[in-house]
């Protein structure tokens, strides 16, 4: 990393990393032992096994609404909300972000916005029921080692003032 960003052509980033180069070099060495290609065959597979699955799940759900797609469209729409997704990884779950993807992508074929809105609405309840699954699992590992679960408010301790 530290090499990369001092190879660009802007002093002050220059001179950012000659400032932090110890804590670089660092960085640099930890991913060096991450980033080693055999250890990332695994990982590789695993996404795209996953990506895959989005694809069939997303032609599948098309098709069923009357959709008339391909699978290669269906691949072609999962790559581009893949993309929109890390692009809005500060949003949480990608809101907004993702429906407004599926809706360009979809509307753009003539097709109605009630059909667009039912995929929409298919696809995040899919992920609000994973998000349940996830949430039981928690729960169930926590009371089996004898741990109670408490959830914050995320309130501060004075209150909300205006």
Known sequence: ??????????????????RQRADLERADGALGR????????????????MWLAESVEAYLLLRLLGFDVTFGDAVALEAVMSVLRALAFFIPAGLGV???????????????????????????????????????LLVLQARARGQRLELEAGVPEGGITA
């Open 1 to 18: 990393v530290g090499r990369w960003l001092q190879r660009l052509p802007v002093a002050a980033v220059r001179g950012w990393v000659e």
């Open 34 to 49: 991450v980033l080693v290609p055999r250890r990332l065959g695994v990982p590789a597979l695993l996404y795209v096994g």
């Open 98 to 136: 993702q429906d407004a993807g599926y809706a360009a992508f979809l509307s753009g074929g003539g097709d109605t916005l009630s059909a667009v809105a039912a995929f929409v609405l298919l696809k995040r309840a899919r992920e609000l029921c994973w998000m349940g699954v996830g949430a039981a």
